[in-house]
């Protein structure tokens, strides 16, 4: 079954019909959800999705885009709630330096505040990055942040970034953007990486893959991405979708 490492059902496009459609996903070959809080409402509705539903999990963290939101409060809310089993991870955090604001010191002080909070929860990271290849590497570097594991989500970068974040022990989120025809440097990291360190993930709502590219995306449509990965490297799909699932549980410690 497929496991999707990385949505966002809390989006209010789902608010129509989130229940129907998360009841359906298991039918639809999909074994496992986690869900990614991104801001501080975003991190709650993550956490009463886990509680609701037995095959959705949660990370809870503040993503950098909010980093002007963060205080200790929720720092601490996160550390407490962290300490629900159906809580997997830390996230998404990271640097985003694709607008002007929030400052690139405020962005790095709290990735750099809930790497250590990871890491005194002994848990794995999710890793948002885009357009701060460099600064993200010294800091994931510097901290050990693949200690306990953890993903770099919708990995946007060069097949050499991808190697480097493998060996500090992070694997590589791909998601719809594979299925792409203009894909070509996504493409050639998952051939370059072992298929032992790629993680299927939506990023839902968003990026939904070929031929539905668009449209509101969901973890089913996972299966496109695999047929994709597979194609490139000469393996099945039932591989890539039994071998990602593996990757996610031993990250993870889901179950699907
Ligand atoms: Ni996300």
């Known amino acids: ?68 939101e963060m205080t200790e409060e929720i720092m601490e809310w996160i550390r407490t709630h962290a300490e629900n089993k159906k809580i997997v991870g830390i996230g998404e955090i990271g640097l985003d330096y694709y607008d002007e604001e929030p400052s690139h010191e405020l962005q790095k002080k709290w990735l750099i505040r809930q790497l250590h909070l990871a890491q005194e929860l002994e848990m794995p990271v999710v890793i948002h990055s885009r357009d701060a290849a460099e600064d993200t590497l010294t800091i994931l570097k510097e901290e050990e942040a693949g200690r306990y594991g953890g993903t770099m989500h919708c990995f946007s970068y060069s097949k050499e970034m991808a190697q480097e974040l493998i060996k500090i022990g992070l694997h590589i989120g791909i998601g719809g953007i594979i299925t792409f025809k203009n894909a070509r440097k996504l493409k050639e990291t998952a051939e370059a990486i072992p298929l032992e360190r790629i993680l299927l993930e939506t990023d839902c709502p968003y990026l939904s893959p070929d031929p539905y590219r668009g449209e509101r995306n969901d973890s089913a449509r996972l299966l496109y991405v695999a047929e994709e990965i597979a194609r490139i490297k000469g393996v099945t799909t039932e591989e890539v979708i039994e071998t990602t699932a593996q990757n996610a549980k031993e990250v993870f410690g889901v179950k699907g």
Request: charged share 25%; aromatic share 10%; net charge negative.
């Open 1 to 68: 079954m497929i496991i999707d490492t990385h949505g966002h059902y809390d989006d209010k496009q789902y608010d129509g019909d989130r229940n129907s459609l998360l009841n359906r996903l298991r039918e639809n070959g999909v074994g496992a959800v986690i869900n990614s809080g991104a801001d501080f409402k975003g991190c709650k509705d993550t956490y009463e999705l886990a509680e609701k539903y037995p095959f959705v999990y949660g990370t809870l963290g503040l993503h950098p885009n909010d980093s002007a």
